[in-house]
């Protein structure tokens, strides 16, 4: 049973026996699919020496942001990585790929007795090459490219979406919509936007609505979910499409208060994860259900489908004392390697992935799961470090999760 099946399986038993789980489980256990921050990597990454830079040299050039060219692309690296540092404070990137962002979530309780879960992310400064802390977004995705930030802010839902320039780090733009705007995601030519809108804010839990944990009553989840809303980048132009609260099989609501929309692979589509189905239900641009595309079988893996599009990230391989991913066909969707890793994150190009691996000399199964980001290579099975193992610090007091987007 994988973890899809295994989720799926618990909330219905608990919808069942009227037993509660605790705020936000079902959020934190489907966050791989609900968190596809890969932004399914187009194009193929020019291939130079594997060096690894142990420091991110930039230049820093008067004149505004408009003169300024990225980071990302100024270092011409084709690997750059801090194997010493986690969480990040300087660029990672391989390939096209880039670490755009991280984030820690944390549970700020509130006046009235509501839990909001707040993030802290570290987003990249694209005009120093740093990782710069964040408390002022309340959710954020990084178009391609790693120049622009779609950012929401506190309180969520939001009334406008803000283009955040990364070198100057102020807002370009606001976009406003006329409904309330709790998560976005950038199409792959990063010229439209998925906006997910709520009722009420997905991140709130509320003391009303309580729900047992361990025999203590905590503050509980109201999903509220509406539909989404097509923004186009350039005109600010936006349509919004209603999407009924979805339900399993057995007419239970998704106890998920977070169903963001995200983009299929080619863009003509977008997709929110459900319950009852580990794929998906896929809606086309005008807010009508479809059949879901070929990539369906692959969608829960957050690496998604090779620039190329032949391959696609798969699940855990491994067993008690194999620690290893699929990478499958992404037409036929049979197994065609595997690579020592634990979960793949975001194709660097067509044969190298970034993904969470582990200690090899302590990554045996039995208990040692400390992760770190790993460069790793389809056919040769090459690892190279990308960060040190992933861990809390005085600024971000949790462990760290990664949010990729291109050069």
């Known amino acids: 049973m994988n973890v899809d099946e295994l989720v799926r399986d618990t909330l219905r038993e608990t919808a069942v026996d009227s037993v509660s789980v605790p705020a936000g489980f079902a959020d934190r256990v489907l966050a791989v699919r609900r968190r596809r921050r890969s932004r399914r990597i187009a194009g193929t990454a020019a291939v130079t020496a594997a060096v690894i830079a142990v420091a991110v040299a930039v230049p820093l050039l008067d004149g505004g942001g408009d003169d300024v060219r990225p980071a990302s692309e100024m270092n011409k690296s084709d690997i750059i990585g801090h194997p010493d540092q986690s969480p990040p404070r300087d660029l990672i990137a391989a ?23 707040t993030p802290i992310y570290g987003l990249l400064n694209q005009k120093t090459g740093k990782y710069e802390k964040t408390r002022k977004w309340a959710f954020l995705d990084v178009a391609p490219g790693s120049r622009t930030a779609a950012v929401l802010e506190q309180e969520l839902p939001a009334k406008r979406i803000g283009l955040l320039d990364l070198i100057t780090g102020k807002v370009d733009r606001w ?57 186009d980048v350039a005109s600010g132009e936006s349509d919004w499409h209603e999407v009924p609260l979805l339900k ?15 983009w299929s692979h080619d863009g003509s589509l977008v997709y929110s994860s459900t319950m009852s189905d580990a794929y998906g239900e896929y809606y086309d641009l005008d807010g009508g259900k479809v059949p879901a595309p070929d990539e369906k079988r692959i969608t829960y893996v957050e690496a998604g489908i090779s620039p190329d599009g032949k391959l696609a990230g798969g699940d855990f391989a491994g067993n008690g004392t194999d620690i290893a991913v699929a990478v499958n066909d992404a037409r036929t969707g049979k197994r065609v390697a595997k690579l020592p890793a634990q979960q793949l994150l975001a194709w660097a190009d067509n044969k190298r ?5 582990c200690d090899p000399k302590k990554c045996s199964g039995k208990g040692e799961f400390r992760n770190q980001l790993l460069l790793v290579t389809v056919g040769t099975n090459k690892v190279v470090p990308l960060s040190d193992f992933r861990k809390a610090s005085d600024d971000y007091p949790g462990r760290w999760s990664p949010i990729f987007s291109t050069r």
């Open 248 to 262: 399993d099989e057995f007419g239970f609501p998704n106890m998920n208060t977070r169903e963001d929309f995200d």
């Open 353 to 357: 992935l970034i993904a969470w691996g």
């Open 175 to 231: 976009i406003p919509v006329d409904h309330g705007v709790g998560g976005v995601a950038f199409s792959p030519d990063g010229k439209r936007l998925v906006a997910t809108t709520y009722a009420k804010n997905p991140d709130r839990y509320l003391a009303d609505r309580p729900i047992s944990v361990n025999g203590k009553k905590e503050p509980g989840p109201v999903p509220s979910r509406t539909g989404f809303t097509i923004v």
């Open 95 to 117: 390939g096209d790929a880039v670490l755009a962002a991280f984030s820690v979530s944390s549970n700020v309780k509130q006046d009235n007795g509501d839990v909001i879960r």
